[in-house]
């Protein structure tokens, strides 16, 4: 289900393990389990690293702004396509321009009946989330309502009061640490 968070499932000594390999600062680690397409073990491990460090905290940010890939500072999504939806990840209705976002089909994933497509960055491919068909069934009451977005916090960048545009603001990439991951 949406509902539960991959996070949750981690041990208190899981957890301590992914907050020494990655941060809000340094998501090098992150970015490097992102693979194009997804592979479940590898989706799996950003959604427990995005719970455990972000605690999902963008599900949350309601100004206005831009949310861009935390990778390459792309625009994804523009905070007015943004909605409360059923899960802890943050929802989106429609991404910020037309190469926001690439979109690859899949098929049986868990118990959905809609149609689902995993969502990438539009220019790096970083895994985004997912996109399901029903976003006018699952909170969106925009007279557009047709797919929810369901995003990972570490995936992007919130920039407040920026519109959407195809420029780039850089982000911040933090310390990088030079010793491999153990």
């Given at each position: ?5 991959a996070?949750?499932?981690l041990t208190?000594a899981q957890?301590?393990e992914i ?7 340094d998501r ?10 997804i ?5 799996e ?26 990778r390459?500072?792309h ?6 396509a943004?909605?409360q939806?059923p ?12 190469d926001?976002?690439?979109e690859?089909?899949v098929?049986g994933?868990?118990k ?5 497509r ?7 491919k970083?895994f985004i989330?997912h996109?399901?068909e029903?976003?006018?069934?699952t909170?969106?009451t ?23 545009s195809?420029?780039p603001v ?9 010793t491999p991951?153990?």
């Amino acid at each position: 289900s949406c509902a539960v968070n991959a996070a949750m499932r981690l041990t208190p000594a899981q957890r301590d393990e992914i907050r020494a390999r990655v941060s809000l600062a340094d998501r090098t680690a992150y970015f490097t389990a992102s693979c194009y397409p997804i592979t479940v073990p590898a989706e799996e491990t950003m959604e427990q690293m995005s719970g455990v460090v972000s605690s999902e905290a963008l599900a949350d940010v309601w100004d206005e702004g831009v949310y861009q890939c935390a990778r390459c500072a792309h625009p994804l999504y523009h905070s007015s396509a943004k909605f409360q939806g059923p899960c802890v990840w943050p929802s989106f209705r429609a991404g910020a321009g037309p190469d926001a976002l690439a979109e690859n089909p899949v098929t049986g994933y868990g118990k959905y009946t809609c149609a689902v497509r995993e969502i990438y960055c539009g220019h790096c491919k970083l895994f985004i989330g997912h996109m399901f068909e029903d976003g006018k069934d699952t909170g969106d009451t925009a007279p557009e309502a047709h797919w929810r977005h369901c995003t990972l916090t570490l995936s992007m960048l919130f920039v407040p009061g920026q519109q959407a545009s195809h420029q780039p603001v850089q982000p911040d990439q933090g310390p990088q640490s030079s010793t491999p991951n153990a």
